[in-house]
Every structure is written in structure tokens, then in C-alpha cells.
T-cell receptor
Framework: GIQVEQSPPDLILQEGANSTLRCNFS?????LQWFHQNPWGQLINLFY???GTKQNGRLSATTVATERYSLLYISSSQTTDSGVYFC????????????FGKGTHLIIQP | EPEVTQTPSHQVTQMGQEVILRCVPI?????FYWYRQILGQKVEFLVS????????KSEIFDDQFSVERPDGSNFTLKIRSTKLEDSAMYFC????????????FGSGTRLTVV
């Protein structure tokens, strides 16, 4: 099956810093999503981004489908940004489930 | 914004018991899914459901598991004869299109088997 690798696995930053999280995938995909898992375990959908660039406030994401990677940018980090960020992809149609990476555990210190 | 609703948020059960996890997907969505996340690990796909039948399932989804859409709104995951290693967060998700225009996840049910 498709492989999803995320880096770095852990990241500790001071409040106000910027960060870039990376997701590499091993095959072409129809869907790529970024999720934030908060301390209560909820998966919050950040972006649906199989290709191109999107921005939402302090967060933005870029997927270069031809080179099989995606980047999530977080600017001016806040303590509430802490948690685990997952990249997930799917190759096929609606019946196929998402394949998740292992995530990047982000800690923002005040 | 439409939501996927899961109940209960937390369930504790004795080893060997059966549990039913419940989900209400987004009403006009076509595909429904269950995922599992063991504590500290990544989220894993269990099963997808379309047109009242299973579409795809992973190797995790063995005979211990079953899914059902008993009415027009609910989608359930049944786990028979629970084991300690079934302790995990279970997420329900739904998708509105065969072209995968994004998945919406519920808040999860944390299952603890004791």
C-alpha cells in the first residue's frame, strides 16, 4: 500500500515562532488532508489539498503532487497550536480509506 | 457547518463483552467509515460502507467486527467479545463524493476494555 512519511516527528517551539511540517507519500493520490489532533483526541480537519496551495489564517499548506510531498506552514505559533498534526492520503475513489502518517507532535511553549 | 456525531464519547467495558459504537454521519454524504487509533499511534482505516454494504476493509477488520446502517441516519460499529487490545479511540467519518472531496471525522469514542 501507499506509504506516508511525516517529518519531523517532534517539534518544540516558542510562542510566536514559525514552523514547517512535511509529508512525503510514495504514490500518486486523489486526496490529501491535514488534520490537527487536539489534547482531547479530536481530529480537526485543517486542509483538503490534493494539489496547490491554500491558506486559512495563520496556517497554509502546499501540495506538489508531481513530487509527492505536502507542506504545512504554521506562522506566529500559539500555545493552542500544540498537538499532533497528521497528514493522510488516499489513492483511489470514495470506498478507499485514508492512509495516515505517524504525525508530527508539536509543542508550543509560552 | 455539518458535523459527524459519535456516541458515547467514552465507554468502558469488561473483556469478553460486546460493544456498539454509534455514529450519525452528515446527512447527504454517501460513504461512511470507521477508523481506529491505539493510544500514541497513528490512525488506521478499518472499513468503508456504501450503498448499505461494506466497500473496503482492512486486515484489522476481522470477524470480531461488524458494521450496520440500521436506519436512515445511524451507522454503527459492533465489536464482539472485546479484548484488552481493542482499547483505542474509534473514529467515524463520512464523505460526500466518490471523488473524495474530503472526509469529515467525528470526535471519536474512547473505548477502554478492562
Amino acid at each position: 500500500g501507499i506509504q506516508v512519511e511525516q517529518s519531523p516527528p517532534d517539534l518544540i517551539l516558542q510562542e510566536g515562532a514559525n514552523s514547517t511540517l512535511r509529508c512525503n507519500f510514495s504514490d500518486s493520490v486523489n486526496n490529501l488532508q491535514w488534520f490537527h489532533q487536539n489534547p482531547w483526541g479530536q481530529l480537526i480537519n485543517l486542509f483538503y489539498i490534493p494539489s496547490g496551495t491554500k491558506q486559512n489564517g495563520r496556517l497554509s499548506a502546499t501540495t506538489v503532487a508531481t513530487e509527492r510531498y505536502s507542506l504545512l506552514y504554521i506562522s506566529s505559533s500559539q500555545t493552542t497550536d500544540s498537538g499532533v498534526y497528521f497528514c493522510a492520503v488516499v489513492r483511489g475513489g470514495g470506498a478507499d480509506g485514508l492512509t495516515f502518517g505517524k504525525g508530527t507532535h508539536l509543542i508550543i511553549q509560552p | 457547518e455539518p458535523e459527524v456525531t459519535q456516541t458515547p464519547s467514552h465507554q468502558v467495558t469488561q473483556m469478553g463483552q460486546e460493544v456498539i459504537l454509534r455514529c450519525v454521519p452528515i446527512s447527504n454524504h454517501l460513504y461512511f467509515y470507521w477508523y481506529r487509533q491505539i493510544l500514541g499511534q497513528k490512525v488506521e482505516f478499518l472499513v468503508s460502507f456504501y450503498n448499505n454494504e461494506i466497500s473496503e476493509k482492512s486486515e484489522i477488520f476481522d470477524d470480531q467486527f461488524s458494521v450496520e446502517r440500521p436506519d436512515g441516519s445511524n451507522f454503527t460499529l459492533k465489536i464482539r467479545s472485546t479484548k484488552l487490545e481493542d482499547s483505542a479511540m474509534y473514529f467515524c467519518a463520512s464523505s460526500g463524493s466518490i471523488f473524495n472531496y474530503g472526509y469529515t471525522f467525528g470526535s471519536g469514542t474512547r473505548l477502554t476494555v478492562v
